[in-house]
């Protein structure tokens, strides 16, 4: 049953099927969504929107936000208890995130409450140790490059919301943009998304409009907050105005297409692609701070750059010792002093048995150790993803 109502009564669960203004008119990316939230009330009266039509039959008005139960009994954790759950976790996510692909692919409609459930395990998880999972983004699957990709920005986003100490609502918003930003991809040839493909000028123009296409798939789904459709649109936005597909600016891009933009960033270099190379983390950090102001917000890259340290996990670096490691984990708040496994001794001659140092440790002997530079792991040998994929703290 749909009924016309006035704004002022609208109840957060309540469906809107239509808004009675222009599409232009309001602040919204459709015209048909559930209110999640008494904010989205609130642009609706600020709009001066003063009817909307309600169908009773898809409201919830009595709704149950679905992080908000898991999170208020959860307490911190260390690594070494929390690396094995990551672990479910992003196999779960793994096998979910390729079955919502192939859905779309062929036009079936996406699970959401599934998804939902998937993103209130990942919170749960980042809130008990966020270096946790978000270590396992670092385990890139080539073949199968936009489902990893997808996985790995949800992480990043939820680890820069935790950051800046988003509300739970606000949290599942954001994890749902993450998981979903590219699923417009799936409207192109699977040869365009080839790591060995190198796209024509006409086909990337083609490929800009990914964006679009994803809000056109995730319109007609329930259960897609306006902050995730805003981060699913805005994800290739510039700071400068230079992105697209709206070439949007400053604070026009909002804070969740703010995060998600450097997220997608950091995980689109530091994976390999036809043009180039996987870059190191260590440099994709350095490229995100030269494009701050530019690209993106300097108050979020500052906060990217928080959760992630200046080396971020998975870094192969050298001491002043002379020592080589793998950054394992990034220590709250100390973006230069992480936890690193010494892989070789002050001569170059690795260690038959790996030591975990902290670098944060207040003992003389860790106090005089720093970290010089980064090193590039594959003119070494070194596969750090192994030790990664094994290490449990």
């Known amino acids: 049953m749909i009924d016309k109502v006035k704004t002022a009564d609208l109840k957060v669960g309540m469906y809107i099927h239509q808004i009675d203004t222009s599409w232009f008119k309001h602040p919204f990316l459709v015209n048909h969504f559930m209110i999640r939230s008494e904010k989205e009330i609130k642009k609706l009266n600020e709009a001066k929107i003063e009817w909307v039509h309600v169908d009773f039959e898809k409201s919830i008005l009595e709704p149950k936000t679905t992080l908000e139960p898991k999170i208020q009994k959860i307490k911190p954790v260390p690594f070494v208890q929390e690396i094995e759950k990551s672990r479910q976790i992003y196999n779960k996510a793994e096998q979910q995130v390729h079955d ?5 692919r062929c036009g ?34 080539y073949s ?21 100490n988003l509300d739970p609502e606000e ?5 749902m943009g993450g998981l979903l930003h590219d699923i ?20 990337v123009e083609a490929l800009k409009q990914h964006p679009r296409e994803s809000v056109q798939i995730l319109e007609n789904s329930e259960g897609i907050t306006d902050d995730a459709m805003a981060m699913v649109l805005n994800h290739h936005e510039k700071y400068n105005g230079g992105g697209y597909p709206q ?13 998600i933009g ?30 701050s102001q530019t690209h993106f917000s300097p108050l979020y890259v500052a906060k990217f750059v928080e959760c992630l340290g200046i080396y971020p996990i998975g870094s192969l670096i050298e001491l002043n010792t002379k020592e080589i490691g793998i950054v394992m984990e990034i220590i709250q708040g100390e973006v230069v002093r992480p936890r690193v496994l010494l892989l070789t001794d002050a001569h170059g001659s690795p260690l038959k048995e790996k030591i975990l140092i902290d670098l944060m440790n207040p003992a003389a002997e860790f106090q005089q150790k ?15 993803e192994k030790y990664l994929s094994c290490y449990k703290g």
Do not use: W
């Open 171 to 175: 949290m599942a918003s954001m994890g």
């Open 247 to 259: 070439g949007l600016s400053g604070k026009n891009i909002g804070t969740f297409g703010f995060i």
């Open 144 to 164: 199968n490059g936009i489902y990893y990709h997808s996985i790995n920005v949800c992480l990043l986003c939820l680890a820069v919301g935790q950051k800046i």
């Open 184 to 203: 417009g991809l799936v409207k192109f040839p699977a040869h365009l998304l080839a790591i060995d493909y190198r796209p024509t000028k006409k086909e």
């Open 262 to 291: 450097i997220a997608d960033f950091y995980d689109h270099i530091t994976g390999k692609h036809h043009n180039h190379e996987a870059t190191l983390p260590s440099e994709a950090i350095k490229m995100i701070l030269q494009r």
């Open 100 to 104: 919502l692909m192939e859905e779309a």
């Open 370 to 384: 720093k970290i010089i530079r980064p090193l590039n792991p594959n003119s070494l040998g070194i596969d750090t």
């Open 108 to 141: 079936e409609k996406i699970d959401i409450p599934q998804l939902q459930e998937l993103v209130g395990d990942m919170y749960g998880s980042i809130l008990r140790n966020s270096n946790a999972l978000v270590s396992l983004s670092r385990l890139k699957n």
